[in-house]
């Protein structure tokens, strides 16, 4: 008879200030009545890969395959895999669509290796809305890239040069966040860190 997987729950927080900038994650890692801290920090790197690290350290931390839920306050983590985008960028080798590849590679390759081993459900909750863990997470988080002699994020920093943003949901040169046309046709702009990009015209052909 093979027996049930060890049932583990995970809160995951990650920041960056600014962003990009220092970074950190902060992991609570619950198994029965074991408890579990783990957190770090890099000299530059931003919220999203923050927020993707401290999924995957938590869940490298479990010696054994597990049923786990992870829970976080990024929808860019929890939609990326529970919606399957994640899935499908590597599906197409890691392109996002034919014009843009898809953004922190290095960490979406082992995360989704890692949702392989383990049975891994992602859940949502609302940042700095009173849970407990979560709060434990993000003050991990914080406290982490306050540190000195922060380590270098190697994915990060040797990073292919970013696209040049031209259309409506191409990620922020700043956070990768899909950036979003306002009410200027002429402007687009980054819902999360507000950055905003002015769209130049395509040249036509020949010119």
Excluded at 103 to 109: A, K, M, S, T
């Amino acid at each position: 008879m093979v027996e049930p997987l060890k049932k583990v729950t995970i809160y995951t927080d990650g920041a960056a200030e600014p962003n990009p900038g220092r970074g950190g994650y902060g992991v609570v890692i619950l198994l029965r009545n074991q408890r579990r801290e783990l957190s770090g920090g890099f000299r530059l790197t931003t919220n999203n890969r923050m927020e993707v690290l401290a999924a995957i350290l938590g869940l490298e931390a479990l010696d054994e395959p597990s049923d786990v839920t992870v829970h976080s306050d990024s929808q860019y983590l929890v939609d990326a895999i529970e919606k399957g985008w994640a899935r499908r960028w590597r599906a197409k080798a890691w392109w996002r669509n034919k014009d843009h590849r898809a953004i922190n590679i290095d960490l979406w390759e082992r995360l989704l290796g890692l949702c392989e081993t383990h049975t891994v459900k992602f859940v949502w909750v609302r940042g700095h809305s009173g849970i407990r863990e979560n709060e434990r997470a993000d003050w991990l988080s914080i406290q982490s890239l306050e540190d000195d002699d922060l380590p270098p994020d190697e994915g990060y920093e040797n990073r292919q040069p970013e696209e040049k943003i031209t259309r409506e949901g191409q990620p922020c040169i700043r956070c990768s966040t899909p950036v979003i046309r306002r009410t200027s046709q002429k402007v687009l702009s980054c819902p999360t860190c507000h950055l905003r990009y002015r769209v130049q015209r395509q040249l036509r052909k020949g010119a």
